[in-house]
């Protein structure tokens, strides 16, 4: 199954032996509403820098204009995006319109991520990108500074948060680590 925003579009073989045996070849291509939304999904996360719950909320809004992804089997299904979905569609270096080879270790047990340093790209792209290079280049060196996925230093709606921190997530110990807030004796 091709990953959210694009069809498998079906192509004789470039082989005469392979296209006699009726061997097709595929390649992807944009799917509509799918693929703009892929697009808008990396431009707000790019420009107003949006966590990934902010910019579900805001698909969620008009599901006719943004159609939510459906799993394989459609047995899991939401019929909405949620925060995990529109971080699956950042993370996926099919958008940019290249191959990547090597993204997950094969000889490890639980086929385990590898680094980006690790992938090896293809020379060329192979189909039409939905997110430019660049702009996932930088959206994958953000994810990597920095953690989390809430935009702001708002409060966290989460019903079990005590408290929270004005300067959460803006000050940075010399490791590049996040500094925490930190509670003693009531101050």
Not at 116 to 143: C, N, Q, Y
Request: hydrophobic share 25%.
């Amino acid at each position: 199954k091709p990953c959210y925003g694009y069809r498998a579009k079906k192509y004789r073989h470039p082989n005469p032996v392979k296209a006699e045996k009726g061997i097709t070849k595929t390649r992807l291509e944009p799917d509509g509403k799918q693929a703009s939304t892929v697009t808008l999904i990396a431009k707000w996360r790019y420009h107003e820098q949006l966590g990934f719950d902010t910019i579900a909320e805001r698909l969620n809004a008009d599901l006719t204009e943004h159609p939510p992804p459906v799993p394989n089997g459609g047995k899991r299904t939401r019929g909405a995006w949620s925060k995990s979905s529109v971080a699956d569609v950042l993370k996926n270096p099919k958008y940019t319109g290249y191959q990547v080879y090597n993204r997950r270790a094969r000889r490890s047990r639980n086929g385990a991520n590898n680094p980006p340093e690790k992938w090896v790209w293809s020379a060329e792209p192979a189909h039409e990108p939905l997110i430019p290079k660049w702009m996932f280049d930088e959206l994958t060196a953000r994810r990597e500074s920095k953690r989390g996925s809430r935009d702001g230093a708002g409060e966290n709606p989460h019903p079990a948060t005590k408290r929270t921190s004005l300067l959460r997530g803006r000050v940075l110990c010399v490791c590049q680590r996040r500094m925490l807030g930190h509670r003693h004796r009531g101050q």
